[in-house]
């Protein structure tokens, strides 16, 4: 670790107002990893203690404080995947890797993981590497996620990719489409809701590509802050019953157009999602 690239980072986002865990991500995309020194630097020069920026470090799952390989390879062992054999999945990954679920490869190239959740239910056993989701995976398919990981997942074909599905949807109440081919994000016609955070109150539009973070707003958004989001057509906020698997903040819900229910974490920068689409084939 180098101080001056922590430091740098540090006041970097310092001075666009931007929070906690914008740093840590960016201090984890450049090391792998958490380093201890850095997490010392982020306290000591923002003024935090040092026992809060380790709770958020520990807190949030996508943080290790541990090196990490090249790839990080995530399997779902929840309810939903479990009975649909992800214990077989994990054991395959764990023999084509040669190491144990929180270990990574003597090379450096491949870190394994087994998860709670992955937001995917309907769409189980799931996998994701780098990024990318891989559904329905069953055991004689592992090897070659991996070659095509070794390869470059951008240029391998990723028919199983959950983000090759664009989700259209409504509102819950008033079932008009929240969808706006005007303003597309990442290729497709964004979601286009209400925001209202603080005293800023304007529109916002999210990527239609499940699994695509892509946001824009009208205006900026602190990330770590709650958002209340609302039906630009009857003003209904879309709030879910239930809260966030990661860091326990209202879900946002929104209804999936042939059955189902697309649920996102309300908090900025959050990476917490859920998938029900109710046995709809999609």
Not at 144 to 169: M, Y
Not at 211 to 216: C, L, R
Request: aromatic residues 8%.
């Amino acid at each position: 670790m180098k101080t001056d690239e922590v430091v740098s980072i540090i006041d970097k986002h310092r001075g666009q107002g931007d929070g906690l865990i914008s740093v840590l991500e960016e201090i984890q995309s450049k090391y792998s990893y958490l380093p201890t020194e850095a997490l010392k630097l982020v306290a000591d020069r923002t003024g935090r203690s040092r026992v809060d920026v380790y709770g958020v470090a520990t807190f949030y799952k996508s943080f290790s404080l541990k090196p990490r390989g090249k790839h990080l390879c995530s399997v779902c062992m929840g309810t939903a995947c479990h009975v649909r054999g992800s214990p077989a999945i994990a054991q395959e990954f764990r023999r084509q890797l040669g190491v144990a679920p929180g270990e990574t490869t003597p090379d450096k190239e491949f870190s394994l993981e087994t998860v709670n959740c992955l937001g995917a239910c309907a769409l189980g056993p799931v996998a994701v590497v780098d990024g990318h989701y891989f559904s329905s995976v069953r055991s004689s398919r592992v090897k070659q996620i991996i070659s095509d990981t070794r390869a470059g997942l951008d240029d391998a074909e990723r028919k199983a990719d959950l983000r090759d599905f664009t989700l259209n949807v409504s509102c819950s109440r008033c079932n008009r489409s929240l969808m706006d081919p005007d303003h597309p994000i990442d290729g497709s016609p964004s979601i286009r809701v209400t925001a209202s955070f603080e005293q800023t109150h304007g529109w916002f539009r999210l990527s239609a590509l499940y699994g695509s973070f892509t946001v824009e707003s009208e205006s900026p958004i602190r990330t770590d802050a709650v958002v209340d989001f609302f039906c630009p057509h009857c003003h209904t906020e879309l709030k879910g019953a239930s809260s966030c698997p990661l860091c326990s903040a209202p879900m946002v819900s929104m209804i999936v157009w042939g059955g189902g229910i697309v649920q996102i974490c309300s908090r900025r920068g959050c990476k917490g999602h859920m998938l029900d689409l109710n046995g709809s084939g999609f």
